[in-house]
C-alpha cells in the first residue's frame, strides 16, 4: 500500500496527476483547498489524498522477458592453464642478479666520467671563504684519500713566491688603495724596517692632504724612526721630490679614496707616473682583509696598475682567508706584505701564501694569528 498526496490548481488537475501515477483503481482518502506558500494567502491550491496497492498493479502489468545471460568466455575457447609459480630461492637468485649487473653499469659510468673533485677539500675550502666554483676548480682530481697535502702544494703554487720590496738598488714605493685600508700605518711600518733593521736611508712622502690627521700622523712616525717627511701638495712636486732625493728608499702616501671617483682617481693615477722619474718605481695595493673578495678586486684594478704588488692588511680582525686567496688568484700580482695589528714596526711580514693556507687547512679561533704561520 502507498499512500501520496497530489496537488494542482483544481480538483481535476490534481486528480489527473493520480490516475496517470497510480491508477485507475487508486482510492481517494480525502480532498480540499490548500496553501502550499503559507504568505500567499490569496492564492489556494486543491489537494487529494490517494492510496493504491501496488503490489496488485505490479501483478497486472506484463513483465518484460529477461535478456538472455553473456557468456564471458566463448566455448570454444579455453582459458590457459595457469603457470605454477617461481620458487622463492629463484626469485632472490633473479634480483641478486640484477643488482649485480645494475653494479657494473654504475661501475662503468664513474670510469668515464672524471672525478669533479674531494668533496671534503671543497667542503674546507669554502668553510675558509672561497667561492663555490674556485673550490671545486681547486679540488678538481685530488686524490680520495690524503688529499690535504696536494691541495697544499697546489694552493702555494697557485699563489707564488713571496715578493717583498727588493733593497738591491735605490727603490720608490706607492701606496694605494681604499680609504681606511691602512695605507698611512702600512707605510710608517715599512719606514722603521728598512732605517732600523736595514740600516736605509728614507724618506716619507705623503700626498694625503685631505685629511689633517694623516699628515700629522705620518709626521709622528717619522720624528720617532728619525726620517725626514715632505708634504706633496700635487704630483708635480712628487716628480721633483722624486728626482732630487738620494735616499735609498722612498715611500709615498696617497689618500684614500672611493674607486668610482674617476677624478680622484686620475690623480692617484698621476703620482704613480711621477714617483717612476728617476728610475725603479713599485705600487703596493693595500687591501684590508675584511674585505669580500670582489670588493678587493674592484680596488686593486681601479687604484693599481697591473702587476702592482698586493698588501694584506687586518689580518687580525678577519675571520677567514678565503676572500684574500680569492683575489690573490683573480689578479695574478704577487704578494707582498701582510699585516695584523697597529704595532709599529712588529705587526708587518713579508706576504708569505703559506700563512694563508695554513690558515684554510687549520682554522683556529685566531684569526690570521701566529698559530697561521
Known sequence: MIVKRFVGDNAEGALRQAKTELGEDAIILSSGPTRDVWWRFWQRRYQVLVAADMKERAAAEPRPRPLAPIPLVRPDVRPAPRQPEAPWSEMVGLLQSLDRRLKRLEDVEDAEVPPRGHGAA???????????????????????????????????????????????????????????????????????????????????????????AAAEQLRTFAAILSVPLEVALRPQEVEGLVARSTHDVILIDTAGRSPFHELHLAEIHSVIRAAAVRGPSEVLAVLPATMRAEEMLLAARRFAPEGAKICFTKLDEAERPGAMIEAALALGWPLGYMTDGQSVPEDIEAGDPARLVNWVLNPDPVAGGETHG
Not at 172 to 183: F, Q
Not at 193 to 209: C, G, P, Y
Open 122 to 212: 671543497e667542503a674546507l675550502l669554502m668553510t675558509a671563504g672561497v667561492s663555490e666554483g674556485l673550490a671545486v676548480q681547486l679540488a678538481e682530481k685530488l686524490p680520495r684519500d690524503d688529499w690535504r697535502d696536494p691541495l697544499k702544494a697546489r694552493l702555494l703554487e697557485r699563489l707564488g713566491r713571496p715578493q717583498p720590496v727588493s733593497l738591491k738598488d735605490p727603490i720608490v714605493l706607492t701606496a694605494v688603495g681604499p680609504t681606511g685600508s691602512g695605507k698611512t700605518t702600512t707605510l710608517a711600518k715599512l719606514a722603521a724596517h728598512f732605517a732600523l733593521v736595514q740600516k736605509r736611508r728614507v724618506l716619507l712622502v705623503t700626498t694625503d692632504t685631505y685629511r689633517v
